[in-house]
């Protein structure tokens, strides 16, 4: 039950209990006592008491007049998918049924989360287990069986397996697999209050596959409001990577594309900010997904659409098409996982590097679709060097987010039965992150790992595009320059401070300070800083060769610019304008790299503070003559 349609990302979250545990412990009794109806109630004032007794048993009508569906997400932004699949299928299926959505994060307060599980008595609470939430849940039904013993909790999901071995608790049921695999058993049962320890279905052998749109109209204005919306087109994956568990599955099913149409229409009324598809390789059939795509370009309005798609399985017509589309849209994100051959026969993702690469670069290169790309870090028969060397290639691609997660041994995958051969150390609590393998010792491992949060921390932003485009284009070994990142951040206790623009900008400008091109880098660090929306420069931007002070090229310009600009300014707003702009001199060279006209003095750079368009939401900039006559604006 709730198996992929909820699963929103790869969330490697440890669970925060913002509540200590003995206010937990003291609170448990009091909870229990409230929820049985065992506190006394004054009648008189003659001290005489009434105590409400426990009912007998529950009819059908009784257990499911108030189920609790809970879901609890990564954080406030993510909804679960899962939640309203399992309250059509109940609703589908049990007459009078009464059901209460619920979603929290894993960061909310724990003692006020089972408070609201508790209020009400619910006959049954429906949980949905991942690997982010399942150690929270597991704890939630050993507190939930002390609170309401005559409670029913349902676990599904994919640890809902994995917490069935591991909770031994009465009246709790694991559903494995999907829940509209699970057959009309589970719902007799679940009327007659006889559940069973452990029901399973699956959604891929079925004759006739289909799910049904999950959402209705009211829930937009409750439960996804302020979220972002989840929604699958299709379900399966045409790959069978044995680290994932879809490696377990056959088959994808594909829902029409005049249903998906229809489907988008009744989301797209609301005007959401983000629509995730969760299809596990939105691309996998190229005319199917570009018609969606189509469609969404006349139909989107400003909406974000963010897709998992398979690289290798672009057509020409796709290209072409996504090259017209208006900057932030569309998001892709991209497994990629390694570029090492033998590490990608290991795990059987059939794909070749080369051709990834390319059409990856390709995308990047339009400029208009964010890419999030994955390299998974201890992957089999990757080495220190083949990972660097993976590392080196996605960069050169001009992605604009790579992400390195650990990988981890999920249970009953393919890569779990073989973990003791390939010499696999793992997490036995989920995320079940690997801690090292034959090719990886701990120790290696371990290094790997602050190497990929120190390029998380200063690659996957905005803070530094420009600056790390120029490294790109010089063929730096990006490798070694964040090797030799990662010793300074280390040596300064970065990695224990707040990751701030202007800590890491005065970690990478002492970095390249004794460089050869250190002036230039400087340059691009200050133009970097300032698109973003600042209006001043850190002092270690402004130290030492500076080509002019700022405050000096606003007083010039000031002096000798016209009293009116077109299209910049007019008499009536000039002193506005030069009081909120930020002027900024750069040299002949940087101006080049930047996209501007060289000059050979240098030109004058105006950060205006209005948004460009574009996928970073960079402040404009125009390029001002230094002498003051006019010039026209290069808007970036």
């Not at 029901?199 to 204005?221: I, L």
């Not at 050169?396 to 990988?407: D, E, F, S």
């Not at 036995?428 to 949060?453: G, Q, T």
């Not at 030492?544 to 002096?559: A, K, V």
């Amino acid at each position: 039950m709730f198996a992929y349609p909820f699963l929103v990302g790869a969330y490697s979250v440890t669970v925060q209990e913002l509540a200590s545990e003995r206010i937990v412990s003291i609170g448990i009794d009091c909870i229990k006592k409230q929820a049985m109806g065992m506190v006394n109630r004054q009648k008189s004032k003659k001290g005489t008491f009434l105590k409400t007794v426990r009912g007998g048993g529950r009819s059908g009508r009784d257990v499911v007049k108030n189920i609790k569906i809970v879901g609890i997400n990564g954080r406030y932004t993510h909804s679960c998918l899962a939640l309203f699949y399992v309250r059509n299928e109940l609703e589908k299926n049990c007459a009078d049924v009464d059901v209460q959505l619920l979603q929290f994060t894993i960061n909310d307060n724990y003692y006020e989360t089972l408070l609201q599980l508790t209020a009400s008595r619910p006959a049954s609470i429906f949980f949905s287990a991942a690997i982010w939430n399942s150690t929270l849940i597991e704890k939630l039904a050993l507190d939930l069986h002390q609170c309401l013993p005559g409670c029913r909790i349902v676990i599904g999901g994919p640890q809902a397996q994995v917490l069935r071995d591991k909770l031994e608790v009465d009246n709790t049921t694991f559903v494995i697999g999907e829940i509209e695999a699970v057959g009309g058993e589970f719902y007799l049962d679940l009327k007659a209050d006889r559940l069973k320890r452990c029901y399973s279905g699956s959604f891929s052998p079925k004759q006739q596959r289909w799910f049904d749109f999950p959402y209705r109209q009211d829930d937009f204005a409750d439960h996804l409001l302020n979220r972002h919306i989840y929604y699958e087109s299709s379900r399966g994956c045409p790959f069978r990577c044995s680290y994932c568990l879809s490696a377990v599955e056959k088959g994808v099913f594909h829902k029409d594309i005049k249903t998906v149409e229809l489907e988008l229409l009744q989301i797209l009324q609301h005007r959401p900010k983000v629509v995730r598809f969760i299809d596990r390789t939105f691309n996998d059939v190229a005319d199917r997904a570009l018609a969606i795509w189509r469609f969404l370009a006349e139909n989107g309005g400003k909406t974000l659409f963010h897709f998992e798609i398979a690289p290798d399985r672009f057509s020409e017509e796709m290209f072409t098409f996504l090259e017209k589309m208006n900057p932030g849209r569309f998001q892709f994100e991209i497994g990629i996982q390694s570029t090492h051959p033998k590490t990608l026969e290991a795990v059987n993702r059939k794909t070749d590097p080369a051709v990834v690469l390319r059409n990856i670069g390709r995308l990047a290169e339009m400029g208009n679709i964010h890419l999030h790309v994955d390299l998974i870090l201890g992957l089999p028969f990757e080495t220190r060097d083949s990972f660097a060397d993976s590392f080196r290639s996605v960069f050169a691609i001009g992605a604009h987010y790579i992400q390195m997660g650990l990988l981890k041994i999920l249970p009953d995958t393919p890569l779990c039965h073989v973990a003791r051969e390939y010499g696999y150390l793992s997490s036995k609590e989920p995320p079940y992150a690997v801690l090292e393998n034959r090719w990886l010792d701990h120790a290696a491992l371990s290094e790997l790992y602050w190497f990929s949060e120190c390029v998380e921390k200063f690659l996957n932003n905005r803070y530094f595009v420009t600056f790390w485009k120029h490294l790109r284009t010089r063929k730096v070994d990006i490798y070694r320059f964040f090797e030799m990142l990662l010793a300074r951040c280390r040596r300064e206790g970065f990695f224990s401070r707040g990751a701030t623009q202007e800590l890491m900008c005065h970690h990478l400008a002492g970095l390249v300070r004794d460089r050869d091109d250190s002036a230039l880098l400087l340059e691009l660090l200050r133009y970097d800083w300032l698109r973003c929306n600042h209006r001043f420069l850190p002092d270690c931007l402004l130290a030492d060769g500076i080509f002019e002070q700022p405050q000096q090229t606003r007083s010039t310009l000031y002096r000798t610019m016209p009293a009116e600009l077109a299209g910049v300014f007019t008499r009536n707003n000039r002193n506005q304008f030069f009081r909120k702009s930020f002027f900024l001199r750069v040299s002949a060279e940087a101006a080049t790299i930047l996209g501007f006209d060289p000059v050979q003095d240098g030109i004058c750079l105006c950060f205006l503070p209005v948004r460009a368009d574009g996928l970073f939401g960079f402040n404009k900039v125009l390029q001002l003559s230094v002498s003051g006559a006019p010039e026209k604006g290069v808007d970036q």
